[in-house]
């Protein structure tokens, strides 16, 4: 006899995204190592004395115990792993943490175990909440994200002609997905990134390397821009419609740091 | 709208249960059934629904000044000559003025924004009231800005824009107090709201002598 009881399971999840759900209730988008991105329901969670409010904010790291559903969970327990405190209270940190939540979403499947995509967004996001590298940061993990996902431009080889790139500055087409080398330059009337000497070095050492070698890397301007230009624009060919959150981790980039707003409503 | 889910429902009938349908939290089985309640409601009862949903869309504007809900250029709130102008509490919603309202704690004036930033949904600061509220704070004679957005992630990041936009202008910006809520268990809290209410933790107030032995 099948029994109607649902079925439950316990994850750990972040919390990539959510909307308002009729009353009080709460829809989200997980992200999960054994389900990929999974959608849950927690019931009564905007109410102020909720059990589960607290703990299931955008980016949290949590603990869920879940009721298996057909095409929406439900989430019956929440406990907090890491709430990522110190990343909360400043803007720009936080416009680069929801950034990388975003592209982990946008480039993971639904119900597709994903256990690398977890780890590195839970690693990234507990780094991003101390490093001094923020932009750094991002950059890494957009690059070690496409290529967990496959996706990972070529900056060894010629992305058309597949021949070794002589060391010189080059072209980055997103089109082609790596570096062109001069013959393949004319072919096709892709949009062409330009790539400098030093700039593929700072690439491919963020390729091959984890974060905390690269964390206090010094790039040059020029770098940086080229970087940004090439990483973006592979992003965007990879990922529909580009990436929302990005408008906003631009305008807020550079502000600096100005502290949590005082609490409390206290008569002076 | 499903419309395999009312397969024999006459037109005039599907085209409620659509209606009701796109409500938000309205689901189909909720629209089936408000639909067919309000076939059996009274002509007038129909009626005085019908007008006062056509009267919300005809009559009600935003506030000229904060920009909440109202039927004349300028809400109760704004005209009232015994509110406190030096304050402005910043919310997301028109609902968040009715919900502080209620408290009777706060005689100042609000500012709706019609939203929070939300990144991951594409809703940047030049889609709230923000342009709206510089404007006001420079004409006005305000020196305390209180910031009531959401306790959430969408909420502070609303809150930490502000702050950085207001705090040039030299106003007091204050936001509510993170803590925990009335009759909630502490074991259940999460780590944020603990964090939040230690920090934010006060002294009890006590008599001034103890009692002489």
């Not at chain 1, 700072?202 to 230009?229: T, Y």
Request: proline share 5%; aromatic share 4%.
């Amino acid at each position: 006899m099948v029994s109607s009881r649902p079925r439950l399971f316990t994850t750990e999840a972040v919390v990539l995204r959510h909307s308002d759900l009729g009353e009080a209730d709460r829809l989200l988008w997980l992200l999960t190592p054994q389900r990929g991105v999974i959608r849950a329901t927690a019931r009564g969670a905007r109410k102020p004395g909720s059990k589960l409010g607290g703990h299931i904010d955008l980016l949290c790291h949590v603990k869920l115990s879940m009721r298996e559903g057909r095409e929406l969970h439900g989430v019956s327990q929440a406990d907090t792993v890491d709430a990522f405190r110190a990343m909360r209270t400043d803007i720009g940190r936080l416009s680069r943490g929801l950034y990388m939540a975003e592209l982990a979403q946008r480039v993971s499947v639904e119900d597709a175990p994903a256990p690398a995509v977890f780890r590195l967004l839970v690693n990234s996001l507990g780094w991003l909440a101390t490093t001094e590298n923020a932009d750094t940061l991002v950059r890494w993990f957009a690059l070690r994200l496409l290529t967990i996902t496959g996706f990972k431009p070529e900056f060894g080889a010629c992305a058309e002609c597949g021949d070794e790139l002589e060391p010189a500055d080059h072209v980055f087409s997103a089109e082609r997905g790596g570096l062109v080398c001069p013959r393949c330059r004319s072919q096709g009337s892709d949009v062409l990134q330009p790539a400098s000497l030093g700039t593929i070095k700072v690439l491919r050492h963020l390729a091959r390397s984890d974060f905390p070698a690269v964390s206090s890397l010094n790039i040059g301007s020029e770098e940086r821009r080229q970087i940004e230009r090439i990483l973006r624009s592979h992003t965007n060919s990879v990922i529909d419609r580009g990436v929302r959150s990005s408008a906003f981790l631009d305008e807020v980039r550079d502000w600096p740091e100005v502290g949590p707003v005082p609490g409390g409503m206290r008569a002076d | 709208m499903n419309s395999n889910s009312t397969p024999s429902a006459a037109p005039p009938v599907a085209r409620l249960i659509e209606a009701f349908n796109r409500l938000p939290g309205v689901g189909p089985k909720s629209a089936q059934r408000l639909t067919y309640y309000m076939i059996r409601m009274p002509r007038e009862e129909a009626e005085a629904l019908a007008e006062a949903v056509i009267s919300v869309k005809d009559r009600i504007v935003l506030c000229s000044k904060c920009l909440n809900i109202t039927e004349e250029p300028v809400c109760p709130v704004c005209t009232n000559e015994r509110r406190d102008r030096t304050r402005i509490c910043v919310v997301e919603e028109p609902l968040d003025v009715l919900a502080i309202e209620r408290t009777r704690a706060y005689d100042g004036l609000y500012h709706v924004l019609h939203g929070s930033i939300s990144p991951v949904n594409g809703i940047g600061a030049e889609q709230l009231k923000i342009r709206e509220l510089l404007d006001r704070l420079r004409d006005e004679t305000v020196t305390e800005l209180i910031l009531a957005t959401n306790p959430n992630l969408e909420g502070e990041a609303t809150s930490m824009y502000l702050q950085r936009l207001i705090s040039p202008l030299g106003i007091k910006v204050t936001r509510l107090a993170r803590g925990l809520s009335s009759g909630a268990d502490l074991e259940y809290a999460d780590e944020m709201t603990l964090a939040n209410a230690l920090e934010g933790r006060s002294e009890i107030a006590r008599n001034d002598e103890p009692a002489a032995g």
